[in-house]
């Protein structure tokens, strides 16, 4: 299992922190909502019983798709960032540059996830689309950027004469929307996303376990993973010794005194696409208006991602002596996949002699512990989260153990961390300003909008 380490975020050791006190006084709500949790399990914990058929599908699929140089995921938001954490914490940093052997026969993964010409066209320089299998993933099928991004690509394909249902491949809603129709009619392969789970909750559904296939990751080790944490979750009562609990709380009470901002900072370049998963789960679930009585609250912390050691010499400056309103978690690696020690060289000159011969995970594991204890004396919080190692068990591990602290996070703060009211605002803007039919009314309001403004254009 993840390892969890609070110290430094409790009052004992942190001025001005939360109290174990503090946690014992919401233990009640807390336990209350390990009570509901227990009788009526959201989709995203449902699903790892009951898409075993799907897994199986997708593990037959991926294998006879081996012949594909190129494997492309056509997403946004919940639909990629799922994806390109896998990616970043499972296969060689530079994946995509290893050779076909290298990569065991596995084709190289690339994620379109934004509408920027510039980035969509250079991709699509790089890659052969006879070798490549594009699978476009939106629940709905219709959002915006991936359907754009989708019609470049059956553009393309059939530019190149290719048919199209032997290089596409959709992971969308079982029944609904406009993939799914495409689907049936053209007989394209497609996946399912349950109906009950949505986009930033779907990682371990065939969002993120389609591609993680095609390259060679065990999925199954990943679902052990997600699974061993629910049950770790359901089996402990107090709040003390319940991790996600425990977390949940932190965060919340840290929030409720001024500390508004949660940093991720992974001492690991592989888990730092992780932070970027963490924070759309965090951002997406907690940034709401009003709570579940419809009052105003303004809810939420903004998060942010940082890298150790690298952003030592940006950001932490900022953390230790600005305003203090964060919490910092620290992701940690215990051993590494690769073993590198530094050469005992210039023994003769004191600024380096101390680090010859030493494993480079000892100085990066003491350069995270040494930032943590820093802040500690500066009265600033962090917990830490510490990986055994990082394979597709502990990956698993992460991804639940989240989601699970967003769900009893935004429990404490009374909201649904399962809607997003202020994504749909933008997205129907979008759709009136690019004429879609339907939004005709959303137009003129848009336009009204436009009228009313005051431009200052340097």
Aim: aromatic content about 8%.
């Amino acid at each position: 299992m993840l390892k969890f380490d609070f110290t430094n975020a409790i009052s004992d050791n942190v001025a001005n922190g939360v109290s174990i006190e503090d946690v014992k006084k919401i233990s009640r709500r807390l336990h209350d909502f390990l009570e509901s949790f227990r009788q009526g399990m959201p989709g995203f914990a449902k699903i790892l019983d009951e898409q075993e058929d799907e897994r199986r599908k997708i593990v037959d699929f991926a294998e006879k798709n081996q012949h594909f140089k190129n494997f492309v995921v056509v997403g946004i938001g919940g639909s990629a960032l799922g994806v390109q954490a896998i990616k970043g914490a499972l296969l060689h940093s530079e994946w995509n540059s290893l050779s076909d052997d290298e990569r065991n026969g596995y084709p190289r993964l690339f994620v379109m996830d934004n509408v920027d010409p510039e980035h969509i066209a250079e991709l699509l320089d790089i890659i052969e689309p006879r070798q490549t299998l594009f699978n476009v993933v939106s629940k709905s099928g219709s959002t915006a950027e991936t359907m754009a991004n989708y019609l470049i690509v059956r553009g393309l394909l059939e530019a190149h004469g290719l048919d199209p249902k032997k290089h596409l491949v959709f992971t969308t809603d079982p029944n609904e929307g406009t993939l799914r129709k495409i689907s049936i009619d053209e007989d394209i392969p497609a996946f399912s996303i349950p109906p009950n789970v949505g986009g930033r909750f779907s990682v371990l559904t065939p969002v993120g376990l389609l591609s993680s296939a095609m390259v060679g990751i065990d999925i199954a080790e990943m679902i052990d993973g997600a699974k061993e944490e629910l049950q770790s979750f359901l089996s402990q009562d107090d709040a003390l010794k319940n991790p996600v609990l425990f977390n949940a709380a932190l965060h919340y009470l840290y929030s409720k005194m001024g500390k508004n901002i949660s940093v991720m900072m992974p001492y690991s370049n592989a888990l730092y696409t992780m932070a970027d998963w963490y924070r759309q789960l965090w951002a997406e679930s907690l940034g709401k208006e009003k709570d579940l009585t419809g009052e105003i609250v303004n809810a939420g912390q903004t998060p942010i991602k940082s890298l150790g050691t690298i952003d030592q010499h940006s950001q932490v400056q900022l953390y230790m002596e600005g305003p203090n309103d964060k919490i910092i978690t620290f992701l940690r690696v215990e051993e590494f996949r690769r073993k590198t020690v530094i050469p005992k060289l210039h023994e003769d000159k004191k600024t380096l002699s101390y680090l010859g011969g030493k494993e480079m995970k000892k100085l990066i594991n003491a350069e995270q512990e040494a930032t943590a204890l820093a802040l500690m004396e500066k009265g600033r919080p962090s917990l830490t989260i510490s990986f055994e190692k990082i394979d597709a068990r502990e990956v698993g591990i992460f991804f639940f153990y989240y989601e699970l602290t967003v769900m009893a996070t935004g429990f404490l703060y009374g909201i649904n961390p399962f809607d997003q009211p202020g994504v749909e605002l933008g997205k129907t803007n979008t759709y009136a300003l690019m004429e879609r039919e339907g939004f005709e009314e959303q137009k003129e309001h848009v336009e009204n909008l436009r009228k009313n403004l005051k431009y200052l254009v340097m």
